[in-house]
């Protein structure tokens, strides 16, 4: 067994599709792991436990991933040794088309449920707001979290985040699992054992020890392509924050709430998301706005992900006369002097005054995708912030415009 390990592994490695295939035929452990090569340097330096399907991955083996993904026992859920599945590790080096075919493997449909087959630990609240409460649950023999509300209003934003959740899947969502309607609409997803990005930050700011570090990098790459492929279904988000940005030292990082999602209109409810990351177009009642409201917001998280602060906070500023200079386009969010320049000129892209001049979300994955190939140190702890204005130069990142095709 352990010899038919060995040449599993130096098949994927030297990717020969071929003897993959010849091998796993002869049933061969599709989940068999680099452990067999302790001693190659890559096990080395990437940690043993990689699965074929982990080494496909780090070796941008189209071929390999999909003889693989079609062999029966595959188990794409496994870990390596560092924590990470495949599906993870292919969002963390920004194959967004491994992603999706992984995703698409392991996705199962939404699931209604009865009432009886799920446990709620109403003593374990992990988050309330407009929408109603989160807690601690169990169901089919996992813990996973439970959203419910009460009013009515509440019970209306959960039956929009289950259709906006059941008509775009995507592995940069939180997951929807389950739901219940009786007695109480209730959403099964899965669990996010870090917190949200907010405080995240906020403990970045302070200097506290967190569990797992995210680089703006990282965290923006989830983001972006969360809006990519809601955006792709004609979804807005419309309340897009650090607060629904979830962590997890498993699942990574994930977009959540879609409670306040639509499908994209040239009129939308007005003052609909929250205030500091709301578009200039939203607030205004004359004006119409689109998915490019989004994008604003997504430049907001940016400049805290910077700033490791809440937007504005460095101004001692009423917050109508903030969102009157923020509509009159005199007013962004801080930005710190030594911003990394990449940062600095998708955040001020994305937060242009006319929507016709922010990037969409698939323009700002490509060029994510680039700067993932680019060595940078994007954890550095923020020094001084200076609020910007709207006419921060954009010559570089115009430069590079892309088309908005998917990658």
């Known amino acids: 067994m352990v010899n038919q390990d060995f040449e599993l592994v130096s098949a994927v490695v030297s990717r020969d599709v071929n003897s993959l295939r010849d091998l796993l035929l002869r049933r061969g452990n599709p989940n068999a792991t680099d452990k067999v090569l302790a001693t190659m340097s890559a096990a080395l330096t990437l940690g043993a436990g990689q699965t074929l399907l982990h080494l496909a991955v780090l070796g941008d083996a189209q071929d390999i991933l999909t003889e693989l993904l079609q062999t029966a ?3 794409v859920s496994l870990s390596n040794q560092l924590g990470d599945s495949p599906l993870v590790m292919a969002i963390k080096h920004g194959h967004r088309s491994f992603a999706k075919r992984m995703f698409a493997k392991v996705h199962k449909s939404t699931r209604h449920l009865d009432a009886s087959e799920l446990t709620v630990d109403f003593a374990s609240r992990l988050g309330h707001g407009g929408f109603g409460a989160v807690y601690t649950g169990s169901w089919s023999g996992r813990t996973v979290a439970v959203k419910e509300g009460l009013r009515m209003d509440e019970v209306n934003s959960l039956q929009k985040e289950i259709r906006a959740l059941q008509a775009c899947s995507s592995p940069y969502l939180l997951q929807l699992l389950g739901f219940t309607s009786a007695p109480q609409v209730q959403l099964v997803l899965e669990l996010m054992d870090g917190g949200d990005l907010r405080g995240y930050l906020y403990k970045k700011k302070r200097g506290e020890a967190v569990p797992v570090e995210y680089s703006t990098l990282e965290v923006a790459w989830v983001i972006a392509n969360a809006l990519a492929d809601l955006h792709h279904e004609d979804l807005l988000h419309r309340d897009l924050k650090s607060h629904n940005v979830l962590l997890s030292s498993t699942n990574y990082i994930k977009l959540a709430d879609l409670g306040l999602a639509r499908n994209d209109a040239s009129t939308m409810t007005k003052g609909v998301g929250t205030l500091y990351w709301m578009a200039p177009e939203v607030q205004d009642p004359n004006a119409k706005y689109n998915a490019a409201a989004d994008i604003y917001s997504f430049g907001v998280i940016l400049t805290e992900l910077d700033t490791f602060q809440l937007p504005y906070a460095d101004l001692k500023m009423a917050p109508v006369k903030v969102m009157s200079e923020v509509m009159a386009g005199r007013l962004r969010p801080s930005l710190r002097t030594d911003c990394p320049t990449w940062l600095r000129e998708l955040a001020t892209a994305c937060m242009a005054h006319d929507p016709k001049q922010r990037p969409t979300a698939h323009e ?15 954890t550095t702890t923020p020094s001084s912030a200076k609020s910007i204005p709207e006419s921060t ?3 570089n990142l115009q430069s590079s415009k892309m088309t908005s095709s998917g990658i």
């Open 73 to 75: 026992g595959i188990d």
């Open 364 to 378: 700002i994955v490509k060029l994510l995708q680039r700067q993932l190939k680019e060595p940078m140190d994007a």
């Open 393 to 395: 130069p954009l010559q």
